[in-house]
């Protein structure tokens, strides 16, 4: 039986159903699992698939045309004020996100640290649902908003040359198929754990968040890597292979 890693959060529901095997991580650390083997593949951050120069399943992500609704940057004072800024110890792509927007967008440098307090805070997940009683930039939206494009989040990726490559991408395929037709299902059962309305969860599922890798994904992608070797935040974009 093939092993998966992914993350537990409601946005990757629609990705797992029907698939056994799977291990549910955080996202910082689902690049260790795999590069140990302890799973095939793995979903993992945009930024580690380009770190790393793992081979890709054709046609899913994890992205966003715009609002994405749970990746945030909360505000504790006003923007132009910010001088601190809290990431999120279980993120990878969005911490590096909000740089690229503070830093490239904004022209802002502010601190970035791993404890209170701060002026800022990054969450990602399902965690971002929740009232936090301050402002809050969404960043995929600050993202489509400066570059007219989707923002990826994260791919299934796998070790270049996995002897079992075809399996990998077949299954994947066919739990992602299987998650649109059971979409309702997932809303009825995952809006009640995740403590949100089920209206939300629809459209969090169905406008917030989609899961095909086609052009204008492929090209938002390229971009933010473009960004984040500009940041140092990667030594060396390597190419995706799929």
Same mark, same amino acid.
């Given at each position: 039986?093939?092993?998966? &890693?992914?993350?537990?959060?409601?946005?990757?529901?629609? *990705?797992?159903?029907?698939?056994?095997?799977?291990?549910?991580?955080?996202?910082?650390? *689902?690049?260790?699992?795999?590069?140990?083997?302890?799973?095939?593949?793995?979903?993992?951050?945009? =930024?580690?698939?380009?770190?790393?120069?793992?081979?890709?399943?054709?046609? =899913?992500? =994890?992205?966003?045309?715009?609002?994405?609704?749970?990746?945030?940057?909360?505000?504790?004072?006003?923007?132009?004020?910010?001088?601190?800024?809290?990431?999120?110890?279980?993120?990878?792509?969005?911490?590096?996100?909000?740089?690229?927007?503070?830093?490239?967008?904004?022209?802002?440098?502010?601190?970035?640290?791993?404890?209170?307090?701060?002026?800022?805070?990054?969450?990602?997940?399902?965690?971002?649902?929740?009232?936090?009683?301050?402002?809050?930039?969404?960043?995929?939206?600050?993202?489509?908003?400066?570059?007219?494009?989707?923002?990826?989040?994260?791919?299934?990726?796998?070790?270049? &040359?996995?002897?079992?490559?075809?399996?990998?991408?077949?299954?994947?395929?066919?739990?992602?198929?299987? &998650?649109?037709?059971?979409?309702?299902?997932?809303?009825?059962?995952?809006?009640?754990?995740?403590?949100?309305?089920?209206?939300?969860?629809?459209?969090? *599922?169905?406008?917030?968040?989609?899961?095909?890798?086609?052009?204008?994904?492929?090209?938002?992608?390229?971009?933010?890597?473009?960004?984040?070797?500009?940041?140092?935040?990667?030594?060396?974009?390597?190419?995706?292979?799929?």
């Amino acid at each position: 039986m093939l092993r998966y &890693g992914c993350v537990p959060y409601l946005n990757a529901k629609p *990705l797992l159903e029907g698939l056994r095997g799977v291990v549910l991580r955080p996202p910082a650390e *689902l690049a260790t699992l795999l590069e140990k083997q302890r799973v095939d593949a793995a979903l993992l951050p945009s =930024i580690e698939v380009l770190r790393r120069g793992l081979a890709v399943v054709p046609g =899913i992500a =994890i992205a966003s045309p715009g609002p994405a609704d749970s990746v945030r940057l909360h505000l504790r004072r006003p923007l132009d004020r910010v001088r601190t800024v809290l990431l999120d110890k279980a993120s990878r792509s969005t911490n590096a996100l909000a740089r690229i927007l503070l830093e490239c967008r904004y022209a802002m440098r502010p601190r970035y640290v791993s404890r209170e307090p701060a002026d800022a805070a990054v969450t990602i997940g399902d965690a971002s649902f929740r009232e936090f009683g301050c402002p809050s930039l969404d960043l995929a939206s600050e993202w489509n908003a400066w570059t007219r494009l989707p923002f990826v989040f994260a791919l299934w990726a796998y070790d270049r &040359g996995h002897p079992k490559a075809a399996a990998i991408k077949s299954e994947l395929r066919a739990a992602k198929q299987a &998650g649109r037709r059971a979409l309702e299902s997932i809303i009825e059962r995952e809006h009640r754990r995740v403590g949100i309305e089920r209206d939300r969860a629809r459209r969090y *599922l169905t406008e917030c968040i989609t899961y095909d890798l086609g052009a204008a994904e492929k090209r938002g992608l390229a971009l933010f890597g473009k960004h984040a070797r500009a940041l140092g935040l990667l030594e060396r974009e390597k190419a995706l292979v799929s």
